[in-house]
């Protein structure tokens, strides 16, 4: 039962903002805080706590070695499991979203919770580690599912897109200030950017809960099944027994496990969209795989601390 309220407030926050959304307090498609959140405020908090996190000293290797490895590993796995062999549109979205954890939005907030700050600045190097190739190595291997061949001209886009990133710009920001420049931040600065950091969990819990659809669950729960438990319990169990072959410290092993186990990436809908992959199914998997985790959450936090 304690492992259940240490997390609890996270989908008390999330609750609350499904019945924001229900009541019409939170209007529309919330893409307007979502928008404050990815060009504001998280880019905020990445910046602080990858500037603050000592910057990437020779022991990081072996995180970069299993967050690679896992990067190669997961698709395949994921593709010798998926039920959509003979649909290549819904075998798309498997390959995709099997490493496609909702970091940002969900696991920066549980970290946030139940690891405190030294969980935070651990997840933030991990993500200053892996954003680029979480989000080039899915697109590939998405592809890969759907025609069974690269797009090259689908790579080029995304490495575009990704030079645009405010996420991967304040983290090669932070790391260029504090590890090449080694500057101090102004007090100002440091006490503007935590402040911004301090609002980014319960927002972007609020922005979460608001895209919740509880009606539909039944049915997409009977049919995304297979791919909700890849990435909520497969992706972080292959993490932990990669971290035995790549030992790291036990806070940063934690943290990436925690954040590895969140459901889909909410905006996985609109790359699977532009893909021209089974969107519709991807939206009902990111829908049920975020509801499965107020399971499978608990359970990680059981077993990791």
């Not at 919330?30 to 928008?35: D, F, H």
């Not at 959509?84 to 919770?113: A, D, E, F, H």
């Not at 039944?218 to 990669?242: H, Q, R």
Request: proline share 4%; aromatic share 12%.
């Amino acid at each position: 039962m304690k492992y259940v309220t240490v997390v609890l407030p996270i989908f008390a926050i999330m609750g609350l903002g499904w019945f924001l959304r229900r009541i019409k307090v939170i209007k529309g498609d919330v893409g307007n805080l979502e928008n404050v959140l990815y060009w504001g405020i998280l880019p905020a908090l990445l910046f602080r706590s990858i500037f603050y996190s000592g910057g990437f000293a020779k022991e990081d290797l072996n995180l970069l070695y299993v967050v690679y490895v896992s990067f190669i590993i997961m698709p395949a796995v994921s593709f010798v499991m998926s039920p959509w062999k003979k649909n290549p549109q819904r075998r798309g979205v498997s390959l995709l979203t099997c490493m496609r954890s909702n970091n940002i939005y969900m696991g920066i907030p549980v970290v946030s919770l139940v690891m405190g700050e030294a969980g935070v600045t651990a997840a933030s190097k991990y993500l200053g580690i892996s954003l680029v190739g979480y989000h080039i190595f899915s697109v590939a291997c998405g592809q890969l599912g759907l025609y069974g061949k690269l797009n090259f001209n689908a790579v080029s886009k995304t490495l575009k897109e990704l030079a645009r990133n405010p996420l991967i710009i304040s983290c090669i920001f932070a790391t260029v200030c504090s590890e090449i420049f080694r500057i101090s931040l102004p007090l100002w600065i440091d006490e503007s950017l935590k402040m911004l950091s301090n609002s980014a969990t319960a927002l972007a819990l609020l922005a979460l809960g608001a895209n919740i659809r509880l009606s539909e669950m039944g049915e997409s729960l009977k049919e995304t099944w297979i791919d909700t438990l890849m990435k909520n319990a497969v992706y972080p169990l292959l993490l932990m027994f990669l971290f035995f072959l790549w030992p790291v410290a036990h806070n940063v092993r934690n943290a990436v496990i925690l954040v590895s186990a969140m459901p889909v990436a909410v905006n996985t809908f609109i790359v699977a969209k532009g893909m021209n992959m089974d969107h519709d199914y991807a939206a009902r998997l990111i829908a049920t795989s975020t509801f499965v985790s107020l399971i499978t959450i608990p359970l990680w936090v059981a077993i990791l601390f």
